[in-house]
């Protein structure tokens, strides 16, 4: 049993430095060492270690970058970070659907990766939007955080008015009702770095909270069966990083942003476990 312990961890922490190296190489492109455990898989990664400027370098292989609207520069998990005032701060990453960008617009499957400590839960039915990809404008008479699109935020009250609890959903196209929406189970405390990554999958999807799959996983939409992703959005408008929309008002994120990763495929549990606990 020791040896098995042993080996557990030595793949573990290999699979970290690889995956992890786009990052710790800065605006570097990503490591050959990483396509030989991930294949492709990797479609973007913002990690937002540029020490100065208005960009948000996509260190992946594609290139895609986004523009720093508002968020400072500070320290991360893993070197830099953005830190976002929860007023107007954000980040747009614009192209969805030319070039690289309709690699991510079309995934049908793959997984989403957030660092990210939140400096503020709103207090009722309101969110902390972490990641946004769907419309530019909010919808008249829209409902909750519907966006025609995927969200992900933090919230106490999207499903359970004391919840403070990590979301994850998908939207129809009209403005209305969720075609998933899942709640994390676990709680996210305010003021300390949380890791979370939706892994969806061709014919189920799991969410992971800081190392761990969500076993406790809450459903107001959907089930563990749905497989809902890029793909399935119809309306591509804008990607945003910290900002989103709030029953037709535009909200913000506050506190720090770290390593946002999207990759074509579902990631496993034992490298989301390495992710997590590498440093």
């Known amino acids: 049993m020791k040896d098995r312990k042993a080996l557990w961890i030595l793949f573990a922490a290999a699979i970290l430095g690889l995956l992890a190296a786009g990052c710790m190489e800065g605006s570097d492109t990503i490591l050959a060492g990483e396509e030989e455990v991930l294949g492709d898989a990797l479609v973007a990664a913002w990690c937002f270690d540029e020490e100065s400027g208005t960009a948000a370098v996509d260190s992946s292989a594609s290139c895609w970058d986004g523009v720093l609207k508002g968020p400072s520069r500070t320290t991360g998990v893993r070197r ?45 039915e309101s969110v902390a939007p972490l990641f946004h990809f769907g419309r530019a404008e909010p919808c008249a008479d829209a409902e909750d955080d519907a966006n025609e699109g995927i969200a992900v935020a933090v919230a106490r009250g999207a499903l359970d008015p004391e919840s403070e609890e990590l979301y994850f959903s998908v939207f129809d196209a009209s403005c ?20 979370v990554v939706i892994a969806v ?20 939409s959907g089930g563990w069966f749905s497989t809902f992703f890029f793909a399935d959005v119809l ?18 994120f506050k506190g720090k942003i770290d390593d946002v990763r999207v990759y074509d495929r579902a990631l496993t549990e034992e490298e989301v476990y390495a992710i997590y606990y590498g440093d």
């Open 201 to 220: 999958g061709a014919s189920s999807h799991a969410v992971y909270l800081n190392g761990y799959e969500a076993k406790g996983r809450v459903y107001a």
């Open 235 to 252: 309306t591509r408008e804008a990607l945003w990083i910290g900002k989103g929309f709030w029953e037709g008002e535009e909200v913000f």
């Open 80 to 124: 830099g970070a953005l830190l976002l005032d929860g007023e107007d701060d954000y980040v747009e990453v614009e192209g969805l659907l030319s070039g690289e960008g309709a690699q991510m617009a079309d995934l049908a499957e793959g997984s989403i990766s957030i660092w990210f400590r939140c400096d503020h839960i709103p207090e009722g």
């Open 176 to 195: 209305g009702g969720a075609l998933l929406q899942v709640g994390t189970g676990s709680p996210v405390e305010e003021g300390l770095w949380n890791h």
